[in-house]
């Protein structure tokens, strides 16, 4: 245990920012740059980066709610972490999202359905497709500005209110609070649902307007769910050594984070399956061409560099940390658990990187009309220093709120029974 | 009959609070018992750690069925629409792991399911008719009221006198012996 007190971490709040700054700074440069030479690359690494840390936030902000709702008596103790680590939600798609939506250049490069000019795969432009003109009353730019604000003022203002009242029951002891927050969470959770669907449909199944799966935002939910459970569990260890969790987590708080962890990695596997099983079943053109781009070169036939991300997130992504979740051991040894969350972590990002990198660009050269976006590219490291950006602020609005607030709900209700909680 | 009630199970006490019947199990554990058990009314969080429990080994069985299970449902699709049976459906392949893929985890998961359930009965020694305690007059009372160690006579630090008196030292009251 280090002699320095629990909350010396808070004092770091400003290089986390400073750190978060340069770097947001140089992937924007990066993209400004980028989009000058029409390539929308550098600006995916802003999207990418942006979707990472609202994927984090909104599975975050949802479980806040669901532990609510619930009433779950082990939670309050981990709940105040998430209530301090959602104030950047709405600041991440602001300083994300919405430029890349808002300034023109960025919104033709990144959503090509907004650019009448652009050359779609046979040579047409997308102004004169008629499958945009069928859904344009959703995909019109106006309406579509409207929605980012939305996402903005709707997750801001469930973030807000969460916070509010929960560190308000600090000073006042009310238990009031507790009821209130109930009553906003059971509002909340289906006002998020539609609201992180519509996220998912706008910011990443949009990319490529042709394609369409209901299954989507469901898809990204589980996706959000299992990052937030990844952060959590690398931040409570962080915190637990050194921090204000030193001393108060135990092996029951990992088992039931563990527990969620098994739970939604098989939720996603399921739905991830069940989104390509739909499709590879009821082969019709117009969905297929999303995952055979994914998998072969449309010319040749072999397999491409997305066949071999693809294979990374069954194996990697699904079945090593289902494999390994199985084990009870697994959940409560916290180094164990603590890999685990690591292998998600980084299986998140390269599912982001599956869903809204590969493209078809068209080239009038290639046999088939358009090549499809490599995955290997120097960009990569564009799009991890974007998720060091924008994780510079928000784990620095973090610290700030931790060193403003209480680290420990101490007149929750069920603070007691969150400390001393037991399998 | 008189030779049959010869035979001893063990030799049973009861505790009337819920901290005595606790430390007494610790106490238990720790002298080195592993044939006895405690009964209560309702279950006692950290009981498990007191009385030095190891984990259920019923998991095993379910890892066991849930591996059982998907290679029957690999065999089971294989065999009828790719040996048996050939037959194209939709243009996929007579055999591969996508298109059969709901019927080896639904396989996976029912023959799971039967590892936990039959797993339980046999680790619990179920289904079993009769017990020994059921012949105790006060027993009804660890439902009600009362907590109950019972040491068995199958373990090998069971002897009678010195069972009894070690319950006596751990604060048990209406010392029994059970018969069979």
């Excluded at chain 1, 996402?151 to 000073?171: E, N």
């Excluded at chain 1, 974007?386 to 420990?408: D, H, K, M």
Aim: proline fraction near 5%; hydrophobic fraction near 50%.
């Amino acid at each position: 245990m280090s002699t320095s007190s629990p909350h010396a971490l808070t004092a770091h709040w400003k290089k986390f920012l400073a750190v978060g700054v340069v770097a947001l700074a140089v992937v924007w440069w990066f993209a400004f740059a980028g989009v000058q030479h029409h390539d929308n690359r550098q600006a995916l690494s802003v999207l990418v980066g942006a979707l990472f840390w609202a994927a984090v936030l909104i599975g975050m902000l949802m479980l806040t709610m669901i532990t609510r709702v619930f009433d779950a008596g082990w939670a309050p103790l981990i709940r105040r972490n998430w209530e301090l680590l959602i104030a950047g939600l709405p600041v991440v798609i602001l300083v994300g999202i919405v430029p890349l939506a808002f300034l023109p250049d960025f919104r033709h490069a990144v959503w090509y359905w907004t650019d009448p000019a652009h050359i779609l795969p046979g040579g047409h432009e997308v102004g004169h497709d008629p499958i945009l003109v069928a859904k344009s009353w959703f995909l019109n730019e106006k309406f579509f500005l409207v929605r980012i604000a939305l996402y903005v003022g709707v997750f801001g203002l469930l973030a807000a209110l969460l916070r509010r009242w929960s560190f308000a029951q600090d000073t006042d002891r009310t238990a009031g609070h507790t009821h209130r927050l109930h009553a906003v969470s059971a509002v909340g959770i289906p006002l998020g649902a539609v609201t992180l669907t519509m996220l998912a449909f706008d910011c990443l199944m949009a990319l490529s307007y042709h394609w369409f799966s209901t299954m989507y935002g469901v898809w990204f939910f589980a996706l959000s769910i299992r990052l937030a459970l990844a952060v959590t569990v690398i931040l409570t260890y962080k915190l637990s050594h050194g921090g204000w969790l030193d001393g108060l987590l135990n092996q029951a708080h990992r088992h039931v984070l563990g527990c969620l962890m098994l739970a939604f990695t098989v939720f996603w596997a399921y739905i991830s399956f069940s989104q390509y099983f739909l499709i590879y079943t009821a082969n019709i053109p117009e969905e297929t061409f999303w995952y055979n781009i994914r998998e072969f070169d449309a010319a040749t036939g072999l397999k491409n560099e997305w066949w071999g991300v693809s294979m990374y997130l069954i194996f990697g992504f699904f079945l090593l940390p289902f494999l390994s979740l199985l084990f009870y051991r697994t959940k409560i040894v916290a180094g164990r658990l603590l890999a685990v969350a690591w292998v998600i972590l980084v299986g998140g990002i390269v599912d982001l990187w599956f869903n809204a990198i590969p493209r078809q660009v068209y080239d009038k050269s290639a046999p088939e009309g358009f090549v499809v976006t490599p995955f290997l590219t120097s960009s990569l490291f564009l799009d991890l220093l974007a998720i060091v950006g924008f994780g510079g602020v928000v784990f620095a609005l973090f610290l700030r709120g931790a060193s403003r607030q209480e680290t420990i709900p101490v007149h929750d209700p069920r603070i007691l029974e969150s400390i001393n909680y037991h399998e | 009959m008189n030779e049959r009630n010869e035979r001893i199970h063990g030799v049973a006490c009861t505790f009337r609070k819920v901290s005595d019947v606790f430390h007494a199990a610790e106490k238990v554990r720790d002298a080195g018992w592993k044939n006895w058990d405690v009964h209560t009314p309702f279950p006692i969080h950290g009981m498990d750690q007191a009385m030095g429990l190891p984990r259920s080994p019923v998991p095993r069985l379910t890892l066991l069925g849930g591996v059982t299970g998907f290679i029957t449902g690999c065999l089971l699709t294989w065999y009828m629409n790719s040996y048996d049976y050939p037959l194209i459906v939709g243009g996929k392949p007579y055999w591969s792991v996508i298109f059969p893929f709901p019927v080896l985890y639904e396989c996976t998961i029912l023959f799971a399911a039967f590892g936990t359930f039959f797993g339980q009965f046999i680790f619990n020694r179920l289904p079993r008719h009769n017990h020994p305690l059921f012949d105790l007059p006060n027993f009804a009372r660890v439902s009600d009221d009362t907590f109950m160690i019972v040491l068995e006579a199958r373990d090998p630090r069971f002897h009678l006198d010195e069972s009894r008196n070690f319950l006596q030292s751990l604060g048990g009251q209406e010392i029994t012996v059970i018969r069979d």
